[in-house]
């Protein structure tokens, strides 16, 4: 493709932060009417591409232009009334506001005088156009699912005069079907002439709905190759300089060693979940798989005693754990890693460490106070356990990758003597495919020591690599329990339309 062809041109961009390089000298193009992803693994500098082309940073070096003309865009707002339009992977929408009223949220389009009467129409299309019909403008964003906002936001950026639509994990938060919507509205929004930059962790959707790929690798540019002369090994050959290792599947226990660690009967979330039982045993993983809606997060919620509402039999090495207790759940040895690392996890302003031995205080102290030696011996442990190097301890979790951030969430609950049980809800959501294996290496580690893992996912993949056990689920039932190796078609055939023949 040539220059000519191109509506966006990204030439020699440039960015340091402090000593370090996060983007150098990259380049690549983007023509009218096209998908084009841009990958690489976490740090690679694709995340500073990003901010660099809506606003959010300004350029060392290097130039943005879109029909040959240079840009100057020194915010958000001058990136937008430049034509470019940003979904971000962190949702901005707000729960307290109606539909209408989040789809109007940084609108330069529509005056404030007359505003719903002109805005209508269109966002009522908008809505169509992501799947969601079912929708009312002026409904509560608050009675809307996580999935749904995620195509809220997505409405509202496709719902911009923009020339250049930037999409950060738009699907990393939603179902099979919800991310068929999105696919669908990318389409559009590419056969209208705009030009599309699509950023994905997941490696099958970029191969099947982009036309090109340009891969980074530590802040600069590796390739731009066509889609269709690539797969997902060699995409992940090009992201990383090699494939990556993948955990052996089975180092845990075989099944029938030893009584249930953790046994479930009969739990129930009303509306949610509907009588889910299950017996897990010491040094296994387990996953519990369905779709978005599949009562799969709530099985895990309400495990760990976050869901008041909850009812059932809930028993950790034969002790009773009240429904809707966090702390006798804690207290029982169950540790719950959260699907949203930022809200429910991690303290975004304090340093690795802190983060680290947050949970473990009692054993870093003598007489409530911090003995520096326990600190930073355990400290020195699980840095190391979690890979994440020495030099990162003192640094906020805040400026860390997204892979790293879920690396100090899980740490946190590893090499503890009073955590029996490790409930994780989408493990490496939104973790690129280096990241990934890395926590899927730390989590067998942890059966193989022992432990009793449970997670969820929505992720096919990941769930055939790293579970020994999987339980599928949809509309709030379960419908098969896989022990071994089972095919990912049955998987994905249960999970989309659970036990039936339809």
């Given at each position: 493709?040539?220059?000519?062809?191109?509506?966006?041109?990204?030439?020699?961009?440039?960015?340091?932060?402090?000593?370090?390089?996060?983007?150098?000298?990259?380049?690549?193009?983007?023509?009218?009417?096209?998908?084009?992803?841009?990958?690489?693994?976490?740090?690679?500098?694709?995340?500073?591409?990003?901010?660099?082309?809506?606003?959010?940073?300004?350029p060392d070096e290097g130039a943005i232009r879109i029909g040959g003309e240079a840009l100057d865009l020194g915010s958000r707002q001058a990136a937008q009334r430049s034509g470019i339009a940003l979904v971000d992977q962190e949702l901005s929408v707000v729960p307290s506001l109606t539909v209408r009223e989040n789809l109007l949220l940084g609108d330069l389009r529509t005056s404030w005088i007359n505003r719903r009467r002109a805005s209508?129409?269109?966002?009522?299309?908008?809505?169509?156009?992501?799947?969601?019909?079912?929708?009312?403008?002026?409904q509560p964003l608050a009675q809307l699912s996580m999935g749904e906002r995620q195509l809220?936001?997505?409405?509202?950026?496709?719902?911009?005069?923009?020339?250049?639509?930037?999409?950060?994990?738009?699907?990393?938060?939603?179902?099979?079907?919800?991310?068929?919507y999105v696919y669908a509205a990318v389409r559009t929004v590419a056969a209208s002439g705009r030009a599309v930059l699509f950023v994905s962790h997941r490696l099958g959707e970029v191969l099947a709905l982009c036309t090109r790929v340009t891969v980074m690798r530590d802040g600069a540019v590796v390739?731009?190759?066509?889609?269709?002369?690539?797969?997902?090994?060699?995409?992940?050959?090009?992201?990383?300089?090699?494939?990556?290792?993948?955990?052996?599947?089975?180092?845990?226990?075989?099944?029938?060693?030893?009584?249930a660690v953790l046994a479930v009967a009969?739990?129930?979330?009303?509306?949610?979940?509907?009588?889910?039982?299950?017996?897990?045993?010491?040094?296994?993983?387990?996953?519990?798989?369905?779709?978005?809606?599949?009562?799969?997060?709530?099985?895990?919620?309400?495990?760990?005693?976050?869901?008041p509402a909850a009812a059932g039999d809930v028993?950790?090495?034969?002790?009773?754990?009240?429904?809707?207790?966090?702390?006798?759940?804690?207290?029982?040895?169950?540790?719950?890693v959260s699907n949203d690392r930022k809200s429910e996890g991690l303290f975004l302003g304090k340093p690795v460490g802190w983060n680290l031995l947050a949970t473990r205080l009692p054993h870093v102290a003598r007489l409530g106070v911090l003995d520096r030696r326990r600190w930073g011996a355990t400290l020195a442990a699980l840095i190391t356990l979690c890979g994440l190097g020495g030099e990162r301890a003192g640094h906020r979790v805040s400026l860390l990758?997204?892979?790293?951030?879920?690396?100090?969430?899980?740490?946190?609950?590893?090499?503890r003597d009073d955590v029996r049980v490790l409930v994780l809800d989408e493990p490496t959501r939104g973790v690129d495919v280096g990241g990934r294996a890395a926590i899927h290496a730390l989590l067998r580690s942890a059966a193989a020591d022992g432990m009793t893992v449970l997670f969820s996912s929505t992720d096919l993949e990941e769930l055939l690599d790293l579970a020994d056990v999987v339980v599928t689920m949809h509309k709030g039932v379960a419908v098969h329990r896989h022990d071994g190796d089972v095919a990912g078609a049955v998987l994905l055939r249960e999970m989309t339309h659970g036990g039936g023949n339809g």
């Open positions: 493709m040539s220059r000519g062809d191109e509506l966006v041109r990204v030439d020699g961009l440039s960015k340091s932060f402090g000593r370090t390089r996060a983007v150098r000298d990259a380049s690549f193009g983007i023509a009218p009417g096209e998908i084009h992803a841009l990958c690489g693994h976490n740090g690679a500098g694709k995340s500073t591409v990003v901010k660099l082309l809506s606003g959010q940073e300004a209508g129409r269109r966002f009522r299309a908008l809505l169509d156009n992501v799947g969601l019909r079912h929708v009312g403008l002026d809220v936001e997505i409405a509202r950026a496709l719902g911009q005069d923009a020339r250049l639509v930037i999409l950060d994990e738009p699907t990393a938060t939603l179902s099979d079907v919800e991310s068929e390739a731009t190759t066509p889609a269709a002369d690539l797969t997902v090994d060699s995409l992940i050959v090009q992201m990383l300089g090699e494939a990556p290792d993948r955990p052996d599947k089975r180092p845990g226990r075989a099944a029938g060693d030893g009584a009969g739990l129930s979330v009303p509306g949610r979940v509907e009588n889910f039982t299950i017996a897990l045993q010491a040094g296994r993983v387990y996953a519990v798989a369905g779709q978005l809606g599949s009562g799969a997060s709530d099985v895990l919620r309400a495990i760990a005693g976050l869901v028993t950790v090495n034969g002790t009773t754990v009240r429904p809707g207790h966090p702390i006798a759940a804690v207290q029982a040895g169950i540790a719950f990758s997204g892979g790293n951030q879920q690396k100090v969430f899980v740490g946190r609950c590893l090499g």
